[in-house]
C-alpha cells in the first residue's frame, strides 16, 4: 500500500515537473528556438492544429525562425495564429515561406520574463508539496484505519519526503537553465 501512495505521488510529481517545463518553454529568450512556437495553433480545416503539424519549422539564424507550410493556403493562417499568440511576435512572409524574427531582449523585458519564469517556477514547487501533502494524508488515513504501523507510516513518509526533495531539486535546475537563458545576450 504504501509503495502505491508512493508511486502515486512519482507519478503525479512528474506530471508537475512537465507542465513547469512546458510552461518555461512559452517564456521567450533572445535566441530562435523552434519550441517557442509550440503552442501555436492552426485553423486547418476547421480544428485547431499545433503548427508543427502542418509546417516545417527551422532556425535560420540566431535570431530568425523560417517556417515553411506544407499548403500554400495556410500561409495567411499561420500569421494569423503566430500573431494571436501571446509570444509578442510578428511574423514576415516571403513567398511560401513565413520568417519571424526574434526581437531582441532590452533589460527591463528580461527582468520581466525571469519574474514569470520565478512565479511558474514556485506554482510548480506548491504543486509539489500539495501532491506531498495527499500522499502523507493518505499515509495517516491507513494508520487510522490501522492497517499499518507507526513505524512503516514514519518510513513512508520519509519516502514521500525524499521524493519531494528531489523533485523540489529539479523545479529549482530547470529554473537556474531559464535564467541563465534569459540572461544570455
Known amino acids: 500500500m504504501l509503495n502505491e501512495i508512493a508511486q502515486d505521488a512519482q507519478d503525479r510529481m512528474g506530471k508537475s515537473l512537465e507542465a513547469l517545463a512546458t510552461n518555461l518553454k512559452k517564456i521567450r529568450t ?15 480545416y476547421g480544428s485547431a492544429v499545433p503548427l508543427s503539424q502542418v509546417a516545417n519549422i527551422s532556425v535560420e539564424d540566431g535570431r530568425t525562425l523560417s517556417i515553411s507550410p506544407w499548403e500554400s493556403n495556410l500561409v495567411p493562417d499561420i500569421e494569423k495564429a503566430i500573431m494571436k499568440s501571446d509570444l509578442g511576435l510578428n511574423p514576415s512572409t516571403a513567398g511560401a515561406v513565413i520568417r519571424v524574427p526574434m526581437p531582441a531582449l532590452t533589460e527591463e523585458t528580461r ?12 506554482n510548480g514547487r506548491v504543486s509539489i508539496r500539495n501532491i506531498r501533502r495527499d500522499a502523507n494524508g493518505d499515509i495517516k488515513d491507513l494508520l487510522k484505519e ?12 520519509d519516502q514521500i519526503q525524499k521524493l ?3 523533485f523540489i531539486a529539479e523545479v529549482d ?7 541563465a537563458d534569459l540572461m544570455e545576450i
Not at 533572445?30 to 486547418?44: C, D, F, K, M, Q
Not at 527582468?111 to 514556485?122: C, D, L, M, S, V
Not at 490501522?146 to 513518509?157: L, M, N, S, V, Y
Not at 535546475?173 to 535564467?179: A, Y
Open 111 to 122: 527582468k520581466g520574463y525571469i519574474r514569470q519564469a520565478r512565479q511558474e517556477a514556485e
Open 173 to 179: 535546475q530547470l529554473l537556474q537553465d531559464k535564467e
Open 164 to 166: 519531494t526533495d528531489k
Open 30 to 44: 533572445g535566441r530562435a528556438h523552434p519550441s517557442i512556437l509550440e503552442t501555436v495553433h492552426v485553423n486547418y
Open 146 to 157: 490501522k492497517e499499518i504501523t507507526e513505524d512503516d507510516a514514519r518510513r513512508g513518509e
